[in-house]
């Protein structure tokens, strides 16, 4: 159904670059005629807290990753209501914005906007100022030296043109997006749950290799450690410790959200190792006079654990740099651990990706000196493993890749397919709310509710998302409003 859609039969050119053609019918509309700027605050605080994600739009701040700038009382803090348009105006032009559907407190540094006439579905502004075109009339629209604290003011953004369809077709837009989104985050839910399966297998593998070895009748004695088992009799437990020569830390500079490309330089993301492989798009780029420290560098070769995480089952990812196709130095929230000359690090990659190693990052991260989402250095320091001699290790590398290597093709093979779903959905939406596909045949063929199944399906959580980027865009809106 998705692919039969249509171009309308008449256009009109819209005289905004971005947008070009609209639909024949449809009108152009400034901000400043559709909104209002909305600033009531906050007597005593105590309403939900609200903040902005990229990913999900204005949500309840206790179900995001925002675990800073937590002010004593909130008292004076702006008020949002169902329906109103929330924009963090220091990011906007990164989907920093979106309509809310609850009552709360927003960030004093946010803008709340009202609409003005009932003619407007709030559904269809949704889409709209969360799309793709529309983002480049944000950020054109905001101002600053960085990319990164680029700010959209209120008279910026109610200037703004808004391609506007019929009240009804409005609705009959979002309606279809409703049931396109769905359709896709089911497929994505099923190609997830696919790479689960082909995760647990891959881990059976691991877990079988570093805890006892390749021989099945070798000699065994106890670990000492009850979560640890038997151990082949000739392998040691020792603490991480006593295996490295170092742990390097990297810095949280300003960074903009952009790829290092053309000589740039970038800061890692807490992403970059999770699931066990090492991503160097998982970055942001750094402005192009940040002095860059030569201990911080990322190097081919280096072993890098997930420190932090908006994901508490992310933290302790850790990784290998097996390929480099940008300049990037170490965050805050990256450790990179150098071993020592006996130790080959594939070996300890892949014992820091077995189950009793996710056993102590739980409870690392569990205790009071943890905190929420976070691991320590000091008690990453403290953990234990089992550690054959080093040509063992080699051996154990080399067969565990082997038998591996099948289910990690097709696990980045569905991660790819998961990929060109969300492109295809950010694409899809562009298309349909810019008016260069009708959807009027599509909406009507489309089933009056839901059957039971599909209803249960959609009350499942959302596919996994990279929460990082909601601390980043909170915490930088209440910093400025400090």
């Known amino acids: 159904m998705i692919g039969e859609l249509k171009p309308y039969s008449a256009y009109k050119d819209s005289g905004v670059p971005w947008l070009g053609e609209v639909p024949e019918h449809w009108e152009i509309q400034r901000g400043k005629n559709l909104f209002r700027c909305i600033d009531i605050r906050s007597e005593k605080g105590e309403e939900e807290l609200l903040t902005v994600s990229s990913e999900r739009g204005v949500i309840p701040r206790k179900t995001a990753n925002v675990t800073m700038f937590k002010a004593e009382s909130y008292a004076g803090h702006k008020l949002c209501w169902p329906g109103d348009l929330v924009i963090n105006s220091l990011w906007a032009w990164a989907r920093g914005l979106g309509i809310s559907q609850h009552h709360g407190i927003v960030s004093t540094a946010y803008g709340v906007y009202r609409a003005r006439k009932s003619a407007i579905d709030h559904r269809f502004i949704q889409a709209l100022v969360r799309s793709t075109p529309f983002q480049w009339e944000l950020q054109v629209r905001s101002k600053g030296v960085w990319t990164s604290r680029l700010q959209l003011t209120d008279d910026s953004f109610l200037n703004a043109p808004f391609p506007l369809p019929p009240l009804q077709e409005q609705a009959a837009i979002a309606t279809f997006i409703d049931d396109a989104d769905r359709r896709i985050r089911r497929y994505i839910r099923s190609k997830q749950k696919l790479i689960k399966l082909l995760e647990e297998q891959k881990q059976v593998v691991i877990n079988q290799a570093v805890t006892r070895g390749l021989d099945p009748k070798v000699p065994l004695k106890p670990s000492g450690i009850e979560w640890l088992g038997d151990i082949p009799e000739h392998w040691e437990v020792m603490r991480l410790k006593q295996l490295i020569v170092r742990i390097d830390q990297g810095i949280s500079p300003q960074a903009e959200n952009y790829l290092a490309e053309s000589g740039r330089w970038g800061v890692l993301k807490a992403g970059c190792v999770n699931r066990g492989l090492f991503q160097d798009i998982q970055h942001k780029r750094l402005p192009i006079e940040f002095a860059i420290d030569p201990k911080l560098v990322v190097n081919l070769g280096d072993v890098l654990v997930s420190r932090a995480s908006g994901s508490p089952r992310l933290v302790g990812s850790v990784g290998r740099v097996h390929e480099l196709n940008y300049q990037l130095i170490l965050s805050d929230k990256t450790f990179r651990p150098v071993f020592r000359a006996g130790v080959d690090p594939e070996f300890m990659v892949l014992a820091m990706n077995s189950r009793y190693y ?118 930088v809106a209440e910093d400025e409003a400090a």
Do not use: W, Y
């Not at 000091?378 to 234990?384: G, H, K, Y």
């Not at 080399?398 to 790819?416: D, G, M, V, Y």
């Not at 779903?421 to 089933?447: M, N, Q, S, W």
């Open 358 to 475: 996710r056993m102590q990052v739980e409870k690392a991260i569990s205790g009071a000196e943890g905190l929420a989402n976070n691991l320590p250095s000091s008690s990453l320091r403290t953990f234990i493993f089992a550690i054959p001699p080093k040509h063992e290790q080699e051996i154990i590398v080399r067969c565990i890749q082997e038998e591996t290597n099948s289910l990690i093709k097709a696990i980045q093979r569905t991660e790819k397919e998961i990929s060109l779903l969300h492109e295809f959905r950010t694409r899809l939406i562009a298309d349909v709310v810019t008016g260069k596909l009708d959807v009027h045949e599509a909406v009507a063929h489309l089933p009056a509710e839901l059957d039971e199944s599909e209803a249960l399906e959609d009350d499942l959580p959302d596919p996994e998302l990279d929460l990082d980027t909601d601390s980043d865009l909170d915490a």
